[in-house]
C-alpha cells in the first residue's frame, strides 16, 4: 500500500498499530536473522526512545515511527556515517516531498525553522571487527499541531505539517525516503563515504560556527570545523586544539 519503488528497502514490513519502540521489535528481528531492508513501522509508539535512553514522543497518527534493519559489511566504528547517510536520504526526501529546505544538526537532528523535525536513532549488533546488522530509527514529526507536542519541547520540535502550513501525507513521505535511502546506501557501499559527506555538508547548520558539545565527559565550547571521513564532528577549542567528537548534543 506504500507503493515502494525500491528493491529491498521496506520490501518485508512489519506494521504496528501500537508498540513499545519499533527500534526494540527490529533489533529483535535483526537478531532472528531478518535480512536487510526489513521495515518496522508504528502508528504510535508507547515507549519511544532516543539517545541515552531519552524519550521519544510518538503520538498516534501523527508521526512517521520506523526502523530499519542494515547488514553493511563495515567495522563498527564506521556505523555513525549511516546515520549522516539517514539524515541525508531524509532531507532530500522533505525537500521533495514539501518543498521545505530542511537543516542538518550533527549528528542525528534535522531541523526546520531551527526546531526538530526528525531524530535518527543509530544501534548496532556487532563483534569488535565486524557488524551484525545496524538498525536505523527514524522518527518524524508529520501532522502535529503545536498544541500537540509536550509542554517540555514545545519550544524546541516541530512538524513538517506546521513548518508547511498543511498536513503532508505520510505514505508518500516514507516511500521517497525509503527510495533515497536505498539508493544512497548502494553509493556508499559502492564509492564509500565521500560523495555522502559532501552531501550532508550541503544541509549541515553547524559547520564554521561556535557551538556548545554537551559530552558524556562534559562540556565543550569550540568552532565546529567538519566531519571526519568516520562521522566524528571535527571541534577546534579556545587553545586551538582538535578534538573528535564521537557523541554529543550541539547547541549552537
Ligand atoms: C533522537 O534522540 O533524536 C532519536 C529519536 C529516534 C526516534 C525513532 S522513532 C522510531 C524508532 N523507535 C524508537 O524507539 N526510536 C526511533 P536524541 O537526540 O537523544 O533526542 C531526544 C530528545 O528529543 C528528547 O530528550 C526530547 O528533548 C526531544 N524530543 C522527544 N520527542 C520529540 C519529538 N517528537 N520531536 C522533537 N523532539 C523530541
Known amino acids: 500500500q506504500l ?73 563498527p566504528q564506521q556505523a555513525p556515517q549511516l546515520t549522516l547517510l539517514a539524515a541525508v536520504a531524509i532531507s532530500q526526501a522533505i525537500q521533495e516531498v514539501t518543498g521545505l529546505v530542511p537543516d542538518i544538526k550533527w549528528p542525528n537532528d534535522i531541523l526546520l525553522g531551527g526546531k526538530k523535525c526528525v531524530g535518527i536513532l543509530t544501534e548496532l549488533q556487532a563483534d569488535p571487527d565486524r557488524v551484525h546488522s545496524v538498525i536505523i530509527g527514524i522518527g518524524i514529526n508529520v501532522n502535529q499541531t503545536s498544541e500537540q507536542f509536550p509542554e517540555d519541547i514545545r519550544a524546541i520540535a516541530t512538524s513538517l505539517a506546521i513548518e508547511k502550513g498543511k498536513p503532508i501525507k505520510r505514505a508518500r513521505l516514507i516511500q521517497d525516503i525509503l527510495f533515497r535511502l536505498e539508493r544512497l546506501y548502494r553509493q556508499y557501499l559502492t564509492h564509500g563515504f565521500r560523495p555522502i559527506k559532501l552531501l550532508w555538508e550541503g544541509y549541515a547548520v553547524s559547520i564554521g560556527k561556535p557551538v556548545t558539545a554537551r559530552t558524556l565527559g562534559g562540556v565543550m565550547r569550540g568552532i565546529a570545523r567538519g566531519i571526519t571521513d568516520d562521522g566524528l564532528l571535527i571541534l577546534e577549542d579556545e587553545q586551538n586544539t582538535i578534538h573528535y567528537i564521537h557523541s554529543a548534543d550541539i547547541q549552537l
Open 3 to 75: 507503493g515502494l519503488k525500491t528493491e529491498t528497502f521496506g520490501q518485508v514490513i512489519y506494521s504496528f498499530e501500537d508498540v513499545d519502540s519499533t527500534q526494540r521489535v527490529a533489533a529483535k528481528l535483526a537478531h532472528e536473522g531478518a535480512p536487510e531492508g526489513t521495515l518496522v513501522v508504528a502508528e504510535e509508539q508507547k515507549a519511544g526512545r532516543g539517545r541515552l535512553d531519552r524519550k521519544w514522543f510518538s503520538p498516534k497518527g501523527t508521526g512517521i515511527w520506523m526502523s530499519l534493519i542494515l547488514r553493511p559489511p563495515i567495522p
